[in-house]
């Protein structure tokens, strides 16, 4: 049975993709989700996932200097 990490709200991905995506440890990652500066989904008790537009989003506004253009 495969599992799709692709929902109506976008694809998922997980804690260790984003870290590769802005070259960060997974402990930075995790920690800005915590603070509330990254957003997550909670799947079960222990699963987090980031939406794959959010870290696109947040990489293009760091990538553009802090959204001026």
Known sequence: ?????????????????????FCLPITKIKRLARSGDLPFYKFGHRTIRFRKIDCDKMAQYFLVGKGKA
């Open 1 to 21: 049975m495969t599992v799709s990490n692709k929902t109506p709200e976008g694809e998922f991905i997980t804690a260790e993709e984003v870290a590769q995506i």
